[in-house]
């Protein structure tokens, strides 16, 4: 198998088609450990789709196929026989619509570690504090962690689904636009969360929100069209983008 070294996340000509469709041409990224990239770029430009591709999420539609390398602690996911399970421990992701299980707020935090072997009890009360410690949402469940997840706010539910995606130690989280449900009080709490997080993960975020990912990343990916236009330091490409079609996208003239 060949390999390359990488710290991060790399992401090689990645094509990506619905049928005949070619919704992402060509696309080639690479994500520095601990920082926060933005996907950002006007609607059916293909955000959600490259994002997919990063952990192989994109198996699970039918008409969907990818080319192109996704590289990853020096293996290539879209190689033949990578196991998708490990692959999704490593590349962690929370979607715009919380979705915790039907399950209590501590199952739902368990779950995770346990399936991947740890059954000691006392072991997962420290998993469970720790990652809700860690999602901000410790002080908020500690005197009902045997409740429904479900009799959570929509934002405290994302916090969890945050914090469930860390229990299992991932390296990288992958974000879909994990704010846009919710109220500005909790949005805000979760882009708080991003940038501590950021301290131990690498984060992929996909925003239509401007001033978000302007907030919580440190560099930014203009997508349009199913290619990247433009990526470089956020600051940058809110201040002085190189190409005029990001100036056009991020002053708001189309998208
Ligand atoms: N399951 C699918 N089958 C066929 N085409 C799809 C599918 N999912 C997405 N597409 C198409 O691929 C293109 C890229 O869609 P994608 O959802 O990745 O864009 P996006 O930039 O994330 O859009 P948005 O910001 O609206 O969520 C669009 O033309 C879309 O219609």
Known sequence: ????????????????????????????LDFAPREVTALIGPSGCGKSTFLRSLNRMNDTIDNARVTGEIWIDGQNINEPGVDVVLLRQKIGMVWQRPNPFHKSIYENIAFGPRYHGIKNKKQLDHIVEDCLRKAALWDETKDRLHNSALAL????QQRLCIARSIAVQPKIILMDEPASALDPVSTAKVEELISELKQDYTIVIVTHNMHQAARVSDKTAFFYMGKVVEYDRTDKIFTNPSEKATNDYISGRFG
């Open 1 to 28: 198998m060949q390999t390359v070294q990488t710290q991060g996340l790399s992401a090689k000509n990645v094509h990506v088609y619905y049928g005949e469709k070619e919704a992402i041409k060509g696309v080639s």
């Open 153 to 156: 706010s929509g934002g405290q």
